[in-house]
Nanobody
Framework: QVQLVESGGGLVQAGGSLRLSCAASGRTFNTYGMGWFRQAPGKEREFVAA????????TYADFVKGRFTLSRDNAKNTVYLQMNSLKPEDTAVYYC????????????????WGQGTQVTVSS
């Protein structure tokens, strides 16, 4: 069992930065692939980024490439999403999730989810 708690969301102006954190409970955190998803009002949840158990393989959605960076610190049971050059269209609730797969872009293949953290980017 893995419990995930996101933090770091907030209100930021366009062009600004935020760093989201996802703290995980459980001794097996370093065996899970981790991902970030987001959901804007009236839209479906969409993939943002994912990494494997060690953090040496990472994939991103095209719309965040070059702006967002996913990393993990297994010693701290934490995964991070550094978000730079934020745009109003990045406004959404951001969720982290854990998967027993190597890593995956499919939300349905994640086993555990956090409660989400709101990110609002003003223009």
């Amino acid at each position: 069992q893995v419990q995930l708690v996101e933090s770091g969301g907030g209100l930021v102006q366009a062009g600004g930065s935020l760093r989201l954190s996802c703290a995980a409970s459980g001794r097996t955190f370093n065996t899970y692939g981790m991902g970030w998803f987001r959901q804007a009002p009236g839209k479906e949840r969409e993939f943002v980024a994912a990494t494997n158990w060690s953090g040496d393989s990472t994939t991103y959605a095209d719309f965040v490439k070059g702006r967002f960076t996913l990393s993990r610190d297994n010693a701290k049971n934490t995964v991070y999403l550094q978000m730079n050059s934020l745009k109003p269209e990045d406004t959404a609730v951001y969720y982290c999730a854990a998967t027993r797969f190597y890593f995956t872009v499919r939300a349905g293949q994640y086993d555990y989810w956090g409660q989400g953290t709101q990110v609002t980017v003003s223009s």
